[in-house]
């Protein structure tokens, strides 16, 4: 079975959206949503990058960050499934629900369900490169990894 997911208000999965409310901590600010980081990023260090950090809404965030007439940092395309895997490990970890929704997933695949984006969903045609999608299962990978070590105490054996 495949998660799809894509609206922040769709039960149960919404929360996979980086639309979704589950704001954060990340390198000593407060986003209120991983669109607003993600988009921020693109613009690390100058005055957009805070106007997007303090945009009243996600949507109003992704438009802030596309917009065309403000140059991308330089490394924009070497850094940016880094940044999306920064704001997501760490929403999930913010949040103890959506950690338990995010692990409830098993081992699924989990699909962004959207046609007009190739690289974070599914894409057009289906067989995008569904990057998001592949986040989140790292994320969860990553989550599942450290809960079992923190359960089992390190899951190190005593020296003999």
């Known amino acids: ?74 490394d924009w395309e070497r850094v940016k499934d880094d940044v999306m895997r920064r704001a997501v490990v760490t929403k999930f970890r913010a949040h103890a629900d959506i950690r338990d929704t995010l692990l409830s997933t098993g081992e699924e695949k989990i699909v962004e369900d959207t046609t007009t984006d190739h690289y974070w969903g599914r894409g057009r045609t289906g067989n995008g490169k569904n990057m998001l999608g592949r986040i989140l299962v790292r994320t969860r990978n990553q989550l599942h990894a450290e809960l079992t070590a923190a359960l089992h105490g390190g899951s190190r054996r005593p020296r003999r």
């Open 1 to 74: 079975m495949t998660i799809h997911f894509y609206a922040a208000d769709e039960v149960p999965y919404g929360c996979f959206s980086n639309f979704s409310d589950h704001g954060f901590d990340l390198d000593g600010a407060w986003w209120p949503t991983s669109e607003h980081y993600f988009q921020a990023q693109k613009f690390k260090g100058n005055r957009h990058a805070d106007l997007i950090r303090r945009a009243r809404t996600p949507l109003r965030a992704a438009e802030l960050g596309r917009d065309s007439s403000k140059p991308l940092r330089r």
